[in-house]
């Protein structure tokens, strides 16, 4: 069965203070691995997807890392507004087709002044 | 390019009744997936459905129910309501529901049941 833990579960960081969030994965054929952001009461938003080891993808004050067994979210000199859930999903080798997503119960981020 | 849509936004029901929850995907795409977000937790994947078939489902039982329309959106049903089922319901969609393929998620309907 296909496992995703994140961690941590949360993390308060003050303004301009760099971090990395942690997402392990247990999978039988990795497709793609999945980043979102969800605000309070709101659907994930999409950030990044990571298809194979050693691959690297950046958007503003955030990047994602992927080796075989993890993947890492940094977080460079984050400001307030990226406070939120940070989620992680993977999608595995599905053998009753399509593209389902497992996800982990991700890690709640809060930027401080 | 509208995204996905759903609604209602939020909804409260007591044990034992029936619900239907609508979802519209984004323009373009043919695949739409349900998932079930309880308090505190990841989603939960319930079923996808590509062209008007059911093509993929989790471990979730029969009285979770779902159709998807020729214009592609979609609808999950939910018989004999428990107390547990309160969560939020998330739909997303993707092109073709293709392997690899993203998946960009509605805002979520926050069903309660009392």
């Known amino acids: 069965e296909d496992q995703v833990t994140q961690s941590p579960e949360a993390l308060r960081l003050q303004e301009g203070e760099s971090s990395s969030l942690n997402c392990s994965y247990t999978?039988?054929?990795?497709?793609?691995l999945f980043w979102y952001r969800q605000d309070p009461g709101k659907g994930p938003e999409f950030l990044f997807t990571?298809?194979?080891a050693g691959e690297e993808k950046e958007k503003e004050r955030l990047k994602a890392t992927l080796t075989k067994k993890e993947s890492f979210l940094h977080i460079t000199a984050p400001k307030p507004e990226d406070s939120a859930t940070y989620l992680c999903a993977v999608q595995a080798g599905f053998t009753g087709g399509g593209n389902k997503l497992t996800f982990g119960t991700g890690t709640q981020l809060k930027v401080e002044l | 390019e509208t995204g996905v849509t759903q609604s209602p936004t939020h909804l409260i029901k007591t044990r034992g009744q029936q619900v239907t929850l609508r979802c519209s995907s984004q323009s373009g795409h043919n695949t739409v997936s349900w998932y079930q977000q309880a308090l505190g937790q990841g989603p939960q994947f319930i079923f996808q459905?590509?062209?008007?078939?059911?093509?993929g489902r989790g471990n979730f039982p029969p009285r979770f129910s779902g159709l998807q329309f020729p214009n592609y959106s979609s609808e999950l049903n939910v018989n004999a309501l428990e107390l547990d089922d309160s969560a939020l319901y998330l739909c997303a969609s993707s092109p073709t529901g293709g392997r690899q393929e993203t998946q960009y998620f509605g805002p979520g309907t926050r069903l309660l049941v009392l």
């Open positions: 459905y590509y062209r008007e078939e059911e093509n």
């Open positions: 990571l298809y194979s």
């Open positions: 999978v039988s054929g990795l497709r793609g």
